[in-house]
């Protein structure tokens, strides 16, 4: 059974950082694209950032580029995402997603409130 369960998610203050983490499980971790999207309320999940499997090439949503990096350890099967100088616009719940060829799993999702 696949199982993504992320952590790290929580209240920061305006300028602040945070560390998600990832732990993947069931899968050939090294075989999948790792992706962390977010979701607002009353809005649209939209793609944060992505790392392949291979080559670890990183692409990232205009909205968080230069305060935003991903990241992965394959010995530990886990991705990361490093967020800094964060807004309040980046208030949402956080989700990773492992994709491979047609196939999908997503985590439950991690709340990251920004807010002073």
């Known amino acids: 059974q696949v199982q993504l369960v992320e952590s790290g998610g929580g209240l920061v203050q305006p300028g602040g950082s945070l560390r998600l983490s990832c732990a993947a499980s069931?899968?050939?971790?090294?075989?999948?694209?790792m992706s962390w999207y977010r979701q607002a309320p009353g809005k649209e999940r939209e793609l944060v950032a992505t790392?392949?499997?291979?080559?670890?090439?990183?692409n990232y949503a205009d909205s968080v580029k230069g305060r935003f990096s991903i990241s992965r350890d394959n010995f530990k099967n886990t991705v990361y995402l490093q967020m800094n100088s964060l807004k309040p616009e980046d208030t949402a719940v956080y989700y990773c997603?492992?994709?491979?060829?047609?196939?999908?799993?997503w985590g439950q999702g991690t709340q990251v409130t920004v807010a002073s």
């Open positions: 997603k492992a994709f491979r060829r047609s196939v999908m799993y």
């Open positions: 069931g899968l050939i971790f090294n075989n999948y694209v």
């Open positions: 790392i392949s499997n291979a080559s670890g090439g990183t």
